[in-house]
């Protein structure tokens, strides 16, 4: 069953930049840390960035830091992430991760399948 529905993936030219979205009508963001999770061709999922949403704090994997920005709205049940100076190599599908708090203190990149709640993910294709 899917929980969440991400959404804003597109194909670009290197240099531009994307925002995706990450939603759910199923249940309350609030009670889960986020995660954004790349699966680039050919390989495993990977962590790029998460917040815990008790305390805001965010974290990134070193190959978006200072590129790529996550934000949560909570009126809207949503969390985003802004994709800036989009790359060849941030090419893949995009997923959505839910971390449920009751278990977990704050977020986490890796591993992956320790978030329990995840969407069909949004296609991102960075070319030239």
């Known amino acids: 069953q899917v929980a969440l529905v991400e959404s804003g993936g597109d194909s670009v030219q290197p240099g531009k930049s994307l925002k995706l979205s990450c939603t759910t009508n199923q249940f309350t963001l609030d009670g889960y840390h986020l995660g954004w999770f790349l699966q680039a061709p050919g390989r495993a999922r990977e962590g790029i960035a998460c917040?815990?949403?008790?305390?805001?704090?965010?974290h990134y994997d070193d190959s978006v830091m200072g590129r790529f920005a996550l934000s949560k709205d909570n009126t809207k049940n949503t969390v985003y992430l802004v994709m800036n100076d989009l790359k060849p190599d941030d090419t893949g599908r995009y997923y959505c991760?839910?971390?449920?708090?009751?278990?977990?203190?704050?977020?986490?990149?890796?591993?992956?399948?320790?978030?329990?709640?995840w969407g069909q993910g949004t296609l991102v294709t960075v070319s030239s």
């Open positions: 991760g839910a971390l449920p708090r009751r278990h977990f203190s704050d977020c986490k990149l890796n591993p992956w399948n320790d978030y329990d709640r």
């Open positions: 917040i815990n949403t008790l305390n805001g704090a965010t």
